[in-house]
């Protein structure tokens, strides 16, 4: 057993940690902390071991090291922690983010503090073609450099959501019933030659789940499922504190959930999937028929507030629908949170009381007491200020691995030392008795 206390502390699983090295398990904790403090600055140290599950020497150790690695600030008094640990922020450079939709592109630029200097979204066709999406996304990171007062140079990673699955294995998308615009291609190749910069890729709605969990309805939580809807329906899940994600990358692919097995047929081959139910084209076309054909989820919600009761049962089906599926999520995974976004919500009560009311009655009861369903706090930009974290935790990432190892584990070493010449002491001892 290696004493705790030099940052080498024995974790809760040690599957978790491939090779079993001192310093591979030391880097993990680092990586930990690093995260923790990323997540919410402004920590004690007694802060992050609590969050960490590590001792408060360990911490005390590796906060030592974050900050002779230049990634961590603040002032530091003893063991006790009662200074206020923040990342540290260079003081030059930006990161863009880059949330590819069903039919939407935004961007946002952001300092090395995450903070979103300038961004904007733009409609476009459903399912528009990958160049056609990059070219915009190109042009608007352009414009958006120039009003925020930031040099191309300063660039220095570039975040990107799909709405797709991706796998994790080859970083190709996967996971689709039909092809879609980014079939066959390879996406982290395309966008670093559109760009022109280091890109990291991750399905949109594990970035909107990201989004919230670093400041959003998220923080301060360990278990959260984000839970999007706009043209199609998707969820991102958080289980202690991380992105699940799953082997194939299809984790939180909830739109081919079956919410009516006597339903229509979806694209996939199922009958009553959840797109259908409430998947902005199939919740709107029929309504369409008496409302016009540009009828769209805001006019809904407007009809519903000024009592047409016709919509107003649309948004009621539309929340049941979707109760349906986040009571087996609360089911299966028993989450803290569940945070809604999308236009639909913009219904409030209207929907979110028949999605609460149908939790509760077909959620096991413990976990339907335990949750918080709630609506996003980041205003349509979840997924972009997830696009800017995971370049951010990038950027992060290639620091740590790229900082010199520490020369030896004093601990481990000690505790070698002492079991040899423990052991050397029973020998010669052996040997005198005998």
Request: hydrophobic share 40%; net charge neutral.
């Amino acid at each position: 057993m290696i004493p705790a206390g030099d940052g080498d502390e024995t974790p809760a699983s040690p599957s978790r940690w491939p090779g079993g090295t001192l310093h591979a398990l030391r880097e993990e904790n680092i990586r930990r902390v690093l995260e923790v403090i990323s997540t919410e600055g402004g920590l004690s140290q007694a802060e992050v071991a609590r969050r960490t599950g590590l001792s408060r020497a360990t911490v005390s150790n590796l906060v030592a090291e974050l900050r002779r690695r230049g990634l961590v600030r603040g002032d530091v008094a003893g063991l006790g922690g009662r200074g206020s640990l923040e990342i540290a922020i260079a003081t030059s450079g930006a990161v863009v983010g880059v949330d590819f939709g069903h039919s939407h592109v935004r961007v946002g630029v952001a300092d090395l503090g995450g903070q979103v200097l300038a961004d904007e979204e733009h409609r476009l066709p459903l399912d528009f073609g990958a160049r056609e999406g990059c070219a915009e996304a190109k042009a608007m990171m352009i414009r958006l450099l120039e009003r925020a007062g930031v040099p191309a140079a300063d660039v220095r990673q570039v975040g990107v959501g799909l709405p797709y699955p991706i796998d994790k294995i080859s970083g190709r998308l996967g996971g689709q019933p039909n092809p879609h615009p980014w079939t066959e291609l390879d996406p982290s190749a395309v966008l670093e030659g559109v760009f022109g910069l280091p890109v990291v890729i991750d399905n949109d709605c594990n970035l909107g789940a990201l989004g919230e969990l670093r400041q959003g309805a998220g923080r301060g939580f360990t278990d959260v499922i984000y839970f999007h809807v706009d043209e199609r329906a998707g969820a991102g899940v958080v289980l202690d504190g991380r992105l699940h994600r799953g082997v194939a990358g299809t984790a939180g692919e909830i739109g081919h959930m079956t919410v009516d097995p006597h339903g229509q047929t979806c694209t996939c081959g199922n009958r009553g999937c959840l797109d259908l139910a409430v998947g902005a084209t199939n919740f709107l076309d029929p309504l369409r028929g008496g409302y016009g054909l540009q009828l769209d989820i805001a006019d809904v919600v407007r009809l519903a507030e000024h009592g047409d009761m016709r919509c107003h049962r649309a948004l009621t089906e539309a929340g049941c629908a979707m109760g349906m599926v986040i009571a087996d999520l609360c089911n299966l995974l028993s989450p803290q949170r569940v945070i809604v976004a999308g236009p639909i919500f913009g219904a409030r009560e209207m929907i979110l009381r028949p999605l609460r009311e149908t939790v509760m009655h077909r959620a096991v009861p413990a976990a339907a007491r335990a949750v918080e369903i709630v609506r996003s706090q980041l205003d349509g930009s979840a997924e972009m200020v997830g696009a800017i974290w995971l370049a951010l935790d990038a950027i992060r990432q290639r620091a740590t691995r790229s900082a010199p190892a520490p020369a030896a584990p004093h601990v481990g070493v000690r505790h070698i030392e002492a079991s040899m010449s423990l052991r050397a002491g029973r020998t010669r001892t052996t040997a005198a008795l005998s």
